[in-house]
């Protein structure tokens, strides 16, 4: 059974960093595109950043910002994001599939989410 879980959500203050993780468990992340996602309250989900052989692609909205990475021996991803801001404010989601995309659909496997408010 494939679990990814987040953590390292919470609140902050605007300007502070923030990284969360990703432990996934029942798949491979080095042999799966793995990416992370966002949900603002009455949203669609928003693509953030995703990795493929340790190749970070970034949404304009993060871009410069934010560093994805993964850890192939603890089978983990990371995402960091620097400067926050408010409108960071949202729920992050990592997911797994076997298509490089951003658009969500192309995911098959999702963590529950973490919560992450910025406040101003």
């Known amino acids: 059974q494939v679990q990814l879980v987040e953590s390292g959500g919470g609140l902050v203050q605007a300007g502070a960093s923030l990284t969360l993780s990703c432990a996934a468990s029942g798949l491979t992340i080095s042999r799966i595109i793995t990416a992370w996602f966002l949900r603002c309250p009455g949203k669609e989900r928003e693509f953030v950043a995703t990795i493929s052989r340790n190749t970070g692609n970034y949404a304009d909205s993060v871009k410069g910002r934010a560093s994805v990475s993964r850890n192939n021996a603890e089978n983990a991803m990371y995402l960091q994001i620097n400067s926050l801001k408010p409108e960071d404010t949202a729920i992050y989601y990592c997911?797994?599939?076997?298509?490089?995309?951003?658009?969500?659909?192309?995911?098959?496997?999702w963590g529950q989410g973490t919560q992450v408010t910025v406040s101003s």
């Open positions: 997911a797994a599939g076997s298509l490089g995309s951003q658009a969500s659909p192309a995911y098959q496997y």
